[in-house]
Every structure is written in structure tokens, then in C-alpha cells.
């Protein structure tokens, strides 16, 4: 793989505001499409009204988000917590701390209850 670089905080917040601004700009151009469409086939002579258009976005829409939702999301997921737990995360240090405080505890316990290790 390629080795990623830290670059801080401010391109990852770029980046979740462009992720947000996408889905009303997307919008709005979806729109602006089926009316242009709608004009261009009337036009050239075809009579198709815009409301059927608009049909077929929407279901193209939705499976679209049907094959996202099965296949899509649980991938996203899968790399968004892989990178989350590689880079600055916050409670990694705490489990650290945790699993190395428990790792003490054990000791203690088969230190009193006579266990040796192996």
C-alpha cells in the first residue's frame, strides 16, 4: 500500500463540509438535467413528458442506494474503522491503557492464587 501522510485536521474537516455540500449540489443538478432532457427530446420532436423523466431518475436514485446499501456501506465502514484506529484516535490510548492495566491485575491474581506462568 501507499503510505499515507498526516496532514492534520483541516483537510479532514474540508472534506466532511464537501461530503455535505455534495448531496444538495447533486440534487440540484439532478433536477436541472431531467427538465434539460425533457426541452432537448421535445425539441427534436419527442414527446416526452417530464414527469416520466423524473420517474426514471428516482428509480435509478433508488437502486442506486439499494446497491450502496448492500454493498457499499459495509465496505465504508470497514476502511473508515481501520483508519480510525490507525490515525489519532482518541480512545485507542485509553484501551492501551485498559488492557495494560488488566494485564496487571491478572498478575496480581495468579500471584495471590499461587498460578505460575508457563
Request: aromatic residues 10%.
Amino acid at each position: 500500500m501507499l503510505k499515507q501522510k498526516r496532514t492534520g485536521k483541516i483537510w479532514g474537516y474540508l472534506m466532511q463540509i464537501a461530503q455535505q455540500e455534495a448531496f444538495v449540489f447533486q440534487s440540484i443538478v439532478l433536477v436541472l438535467s431531467v427538465i434539460t432532457t425533457a426541452s432537448v427530446l421535445q425539441i427534436r420532436g419527442y414527446a416526452v413528458p417530464v414527469w416520466l423523466l423524473a420517474i426514471v431518475a428516482i428509480v435509478v436514485i433508488l437502486a442506486g442506494g439499494v446497491a450502496i446499501w448492500l454493498r457499499g456501506l459495509p465496505s465504508y465502514f470497514s476502511a473508515f474503522n481501520d483508519q480510525f484506529y490507525k490515525h489519532d484516535n482518541m480512545l485507542r490510548q485509553d484501551i492501551e491503557k485498559i488492557k495494560s492495566d488488566n494485564e496487571k491485575i491478572l498478575k496480581l491474581l495468579e500471584k495471590k492464587a499461587g498460578v505460575k506462568d508457563d
